[in-house]
């Protein structure tokens, strides 16, 4: 395989869908990973073990999967999860409440 073919390859197996769930690439050879057995750790937490398709290679290894933050609040929050707003929905909602005390203040204003 050449060094262009195996870029091409790197690039397709790492797209993912929301039908197919993520996909993962070998970090030796680039063929697909499948997960053989996943545990939950905590509710942001997942560990799993990954083995290569290519038999030729035969790779097996780890991937620990965390979730680290909120890009839309749940409307139905568990109080034990806390994870941070990511920066952009944080930059939204300061913008949001910045917007929200300006109306308030011209209201008050013309009162």
């Not at 890009?71 to 300061?94: D, G």
Request: with cysteine.
């Amino acid at each position: 395989m050449t060094q262009t073919q195996r870029a091409a390859s790197r690039t397709s197996h790492r797209k993912h869908s929301y039908r197919r769930g993520m996909q993962f690439a070998c970090p030796h050879c680039d063929a697909d990973l499948v997960v053989r057995s996943s545990e939950r750790v905590s509710a942001t937490y997942r560990r799993a073990l990954l083995e290569c398709t290519n038999e030729d290679c035969g790779w097996r290894g780890t991937l620990d999967a965390s979730i680290v933050d909120t890009r839309t609040p749940s409307e139905c929050p568990r109080e034990a999860v806390q994870l941070p707003l990511s920066p952009r929905a944080a930059r939204t909602l300061t913008r949001a409440m910045e917007a929200h005390t300006a109306d308030s203040q011209r209201a008050h204003a013309s009162d």
